[in-house]
């Protein structure tokens, strides 16, 4: 996995989970099908300019410089990770793609919504990352149709097999932050408890 080493950025993300109400604990069953104590929903950080715009700036760091000159196109994966690639490929002078959930029954029944020439290289963009599931059926969808995926970027990497199953298809995660280190940053804030924490990194299996 490539990370972004910024311990400053990762206290202000922290912020950002706890102030749009990102984080919650309960019981959760994710896109994954696994159950968990916590759910990350970044789809709130949108409906605050000021996060949003402070959490693109981390994508950048992962993004830039290398990583944009690498790829000619940015794709989203729904729901959440279209909102931050439109974004991002906006500020990039980057083409933006987005992968349906399943190929339309109309028109030309593909699942890549935008212009996709065989050979572009396609750089995958969601918000969290748990088995890599959505991930791994996007890049097999944009494959299917001649692109090129070699890298994916997430904000979160939740540490629970994603990068590992990306690694099985030849493709390099790349991530802001993990939820172990996100963990460790909110008990030292103390804005979550020990039980809270234990919950979190037991879940971690990578």
């Known amino acids: 996995m490539v990370r972004a080493s910024a311990s400053s950025g990762e206290e202000e993300l922290c912020d950002i989970l706890l102030r749009t109400e990102s ?39 992962l993004i830039e410089p290398s990583l944009a000159k ?26 933006f793609l987005y992968i349906g959930k399943e190929p339309k029954e109309r028109g030309r029944e593909r699942r890549i919504e935008g212009l996709l ?7 995958v963009l969601d918000d969290v ?23 994916a970027v997430v904000l979160l990497d939740r540490q629970q097999g994603g990068e590992a199953n990306l690694r099985k298809i030849g493709v390099k995660l790349h991530s802001f932050t993990t939820m172990h280190r996100i963990a460790d940053k909110l008990v030292t804030l103390g804005t979550i408890d020990e039980g809270q924490h234990k919950e979190i990194v037991g879940q971690i299996v990578s």
């Open 23 to 61: 984080l919650k604990f309960g019981t959760f069953k994710l896109a994954s099908g696994i159950l968990s104590s916590y759910y990350v929903d970044l789809r709130f950080i949108p409906s605050d300019p000021e996060a949003l715009r402070r959490t693109i700036a981390f994508y950048r760091t």
């Open 70 to 95: 690498k790829v000619q196109r940015l794709a989203g994966i729904p729901t959440a990770g279209i909102a931050y690639a439109a974004v991002l490929a906006f500020n990039l002078s980057k083409p």
């Open 117 to 123: 020439l065989p050979g572009d290289k396609v750089l």
């Open 129 to 151: 990352i748990t088995t890599g599931k959505n991930i791994v059926e996007a890049v097999e969808a944009i494959r299917a149709e001649g692109g090129v995926v070699e890298d």
